[in-house]
């Protein structure tokens, strides 16, 4: 179809309009291809029809000559529920010298889903009339997926949220730099954020969007902060969400989830970039232990064609909290850093048990048993409730409980002392996983952990974002009392970008260090394994040490940290087999490891030049 020129008279109109539908489902998208070229073409807009509904709703404007080609429009219809028609309108204002044209129009996955005749499968959710079989994560997210609002049927209102009436138990951070705004049908400005809401599809619904243009500079964030939420348990508690980001210089969205506030918490989603004009659903699976809150950032680019919108909001499988305790207590008070204590209980440490041991002694926290403190740290359990290896490095360490296994940073400890000094922009190991990149880091971290082999596996990363080139990373084990002859240090690391530095592991024992192992540059986008051999040693720290490159294209990583026959050699009374070798401390070794170089007997007489 084209529209010919019959005469130059003001304002002529030449509509088209489509057959009425009856309704679509929530997948349903229109496509055609369109041609606008010429002088003084003008511009063409397809409005949407609703029944019932005074007001069109714009689904896609042309503007002016789009050059001598075929362009192909892309339109999300999604869930419609009444009767509707299309009627695509093009405005001559007085002079029009051009071509406008439509060809081959398509609808894609509008029908709703087919009626099944049995929904036994697990995970899945059977509709009341229309019989259809739909999975359970559409149950109660604002969607009618069935056809007939069964899957949206007696849902918590307090889970759910699609702005039409407000924020509902949202609200807007009073620490960021401006904030959501609520708005129905498009935004200001022209080719950027939704032209519709995503719950109704048309003008009349509301959602929220972020606005790019003046007084907003590049990087500004507005934060919405969802209600509290009981800690997980050993369920899932699901969130999703739908979002739009279309728009030239779209920066970036990003879903936080914190256990304490006033703390950033940590990254679970983001997204960078133009996104074209559509609404995307996101859903994000989020355990915790602790009570916690959800935050969604919005950043701002460096234009007006940014705007980002957000809408229909909800969470499936979590229980919102009650608590007559607020969980959340601030990190700072004052200006000293308190620690952070929840409703699970406090930070004291418990009393030690009525005992006779003396100052050179370590008393066992359950029974009050002395044992010699060199027995402390050392990768053998020696009281029953192994006390004296709960504040010690961990034997296998794969950071998959984000926790970091007893390993420290004495340089950022230090610094947390001096308020004027900003920790979050030094070079410092962290926490990370393959989902949780900012863009910047794509192609340089990991993309994910050798723990899982999974964007959502964690691993401990010295970020290269931060600081300066020649910078060090320090993470280091609480000290070592002994260790075993055979003793060593298992790891995998990750060493790839342009401009990596190095990684080196050492050995401090009072005030001597020394390099057991280093790697410098790029070593490619895999895992390598590394094994470092420490044999006996006492009183001593390993250190795992990160030098910065010149620029930050490369991070440097580690994972699955393994000490492995560490614990120092047991004597027993037992007297020494005729195969085996009695040392002078009474020990016995295999015959076979007699003068090998290594000193297996801890004091060295199987190495004695007697023999």
């Known amino acids: ?224 902060l969802s209600p509290l939420f009981n800690p997980s348990g050993s369920g899932t508690c699901v969130f999703r969400f739908h979002y739009h980001m279309f728009g030239k210089e779209v920066y970036r969205l990003s879903v936080f989830q914190r256990t304490v506030s006033n703390a950033k918490g940590w990254l679970l989603w983001y997204k960078f970039g133009n996104q074209e004009n559509r609404w995307i659903r996101q859903t994000l699976f989020i355990r915790s232990s602790k009570p916690f809150q959800i935050f969604v950032e919005g950043t701002v680019g460096d234009g007006f064609t940014g705007d980002i919108g957000l809408d229909d909001v909800s969470f499936l499988g979590c229980t919102l909290y009650n608590g007559a305790q607020h969980p959340f207590v601030s990190f700072f008070k004052g200006n000293l850093p308190t620690v952070a204590t929840t409703t699970s209980g406090t930070s004291a440490p418990a009393t030690l048990p009525m005992n006779n041991c003396t100052e050179k002694e370590f008393v066992c926290r359950a029974s009050g048993h002395c044992i010699q403190m060199i027995q402390k740290c050392d990768f053998r359990p020696d009281c029953s409730d192994k006390s004296d290896e709960s504040a010690c490095v961990m034997e ?37 996983r393959g989902a949780n990149l900012y863009p910047e880091q794509e192609g340089h971290c990991p993309l994910t952990d050798h723990t899982t082999s999974t964007e959502e596996g964690w691993y401990l990363f010295a970020d290269s974002s931060n600081g300066e080139f020649g910078h060090t990373a320090d993470i280091a084990t609480p000290v070592i009392s002994l260790t075993g002859p055979r003793c060593k240090i298992k790891f995998w690391n990750h060493m790839n970008g342009s401009t990596i530095g190095s990684l080196e592991v050492l050995c401090k024992s009072s005030n001597k260090t020394s390099k057991l192992w280093t790697q410098s540059g790029s070593q490619g986008p895999q895992w390598n394994r590394a094994e470092v051999f420490l044999g006996i040693r006492s009183n001593f720290q390993v250190i795992f040490r990160a030098k910065r490159g010149v620029s930050y294209m490369g991070d440097v990583a580690v994972d699955d940290i393994t000490f492995e026959d560490c614990s120092p050699l047991l004597i027993s009374d037992k007297p020494c087999t005729s195969e085996e070798f009695m040392c002078a401390n009474k020990y016995c070794i295999p015959k076979n490891n007699l003068c090998d170089f290594v000193n297996d007997c801890e004091d060295n007489s199987d190495e004695s030049p007697s023999i």
């Open 1 to 224: 179809m084209f529209i010919l020129k019959t005469s130059n008279s003001i304002s002529q109109i030449a509509r088209l309009r489509s057959p009425k539908f009856r309704q679509a489902g929530s997948n349903c998208t229109l496509s055609f291809w369109y041609y606008n070229y010429g002088e003084s073409v003008g511009a063409a807009e397809l409005q949407l029809l609703v029944d019932g509904l005074k007001q069109p709703t714009v689904l896609w404007r042309t503007y002016y000559n789009e050059g001598n080609q075929w362009l192909k429009a892309v339109i999300q219809l999604g869930r419609l529920p009444r009767a509707f028609q299309f009627s695509l309108e093009k405005i001559s204002l007085g002079i029009y010298e051009g071509v406008s044209a439509i060809d081959d129009i398509r609808f894609e996955n509008c029908a709703l889903p087919p009626p099944a005749l049995s929904c036994e499968a697990p995970n899945h959710f059977w509709c009341r009339d229309t019989k259809a079989c739909i999975d359970r994560l559409l149950v109660c997210d604002l969607v009618d997926d069935c056809g007939d609002g069964s899957d949206e049927d007696s849902c918590d209102p307090d889970l759910q949220c699609n702005f039409e009436n407000g924020l509902c138990n949202w609200e807007q951070d009073v620490q960021d730099d401006f904030d959501w705004i609520r708005i129905r049908g498009p935004t200001p400005t022209v080719n950027t954020g939704p032209l519709k809401d995503h719950t109704t599809g048309t003008a009349r619904g509301h959602y929220l969007y972020l606005e790019s243009s003046e007084p907003r500079q590049f990087r500004d964030k507005a934060v919405l």
């Open 396 to 432: 296998v360490c794969d950071f998959e409980d984000k926790d970091l296994c007893g390993w420290h940073q004495p340089a950022l400890e230090q610094m947390s002392g001096n308020y004027s000094i900003n920790i979050t922009k030094t070079f410092k190991w962290q926490l990370g």
